[in-house]
């Protein structure tokens, strides 16, 4: 074997080893991305089975019901409205100290098979302003809400934006 072939091989080799490690590092990366998504990409365009995701959009006045059994941690349910769809949530534990009907919410969990999401974690802001970047990109989207306009929808609005929607996934 020449100088010239042994090189090559070497070259070869580490340009194999490096595409090897980096496919390897990609797809690590890949299984712990979390999307965001609103409610109406949800139910577009489901995501696979067992994908944690991130649920935003604003909790729909009038929709939470929670369970206090004795001796078992509290379970709540509600919906979660981007204005054009709605989707189910269903959550087992303390709700923040800041959850509210009418507030932006974001939801990290998955969606099971009957349609609804169950959240692991919820996460609610404090101010009656606030509204996650995301959230408001998902109104923009939709032709919600445009900001040039003014401030996004009020929460009290939120309930005639999904009228037949927010029937899904009860």
């Not at 609103?38 to 929709?63: D, F, K, W």
């Not at 349609?115 to 408001?136: C, I, N, R, W």
């Amino acid at each position: 074997m020449t100088r010239k072939s042994r090189r090559l091989w070497l070259v070869g080799g580490c340009l194999l080893g490096f595409g090897a490690a980096t496919g390897l590092t990609l797809q690590a990366f890949s299984a712990n991305i979390v999307f965001f998504m609103a409610p109406s990409q949800i139910l577009e365009h489901p995501p696979a089975a067992g994908r944690t995701i991130r649920l935003g959009g604003m909790v729909v006045a009038g929709s939470l019901i929670q369970n206090h059994a004795a001796g078992r941690e509290p379970s709540v349910q509600f919906q979660v409205t981007d204005g054009q769809q709605a989707v189910r949530v269903r959550y087992v534990g303390i709700l923040p100290d800041l959850f509210r009907e009418g507030q932006s919410v974001v939801a990290l969990g998955e969606m099971s098979g009957d349609g609804s999401f169950q959240a692991a974690e919820v996460l609610a802001k404090h101010d009656e302003t606030y509204m996650p970047k995301d959230v408001a990109a998902a109104l923009r989207r939709s032709g919600r809400w445009d900001p040039r306009f003014g401030p996004p929808p009020a929460a009290a609005s939120w309930n005639s934006m999904t009228t037949a929607s927010i029937t899904h996934g009860t």
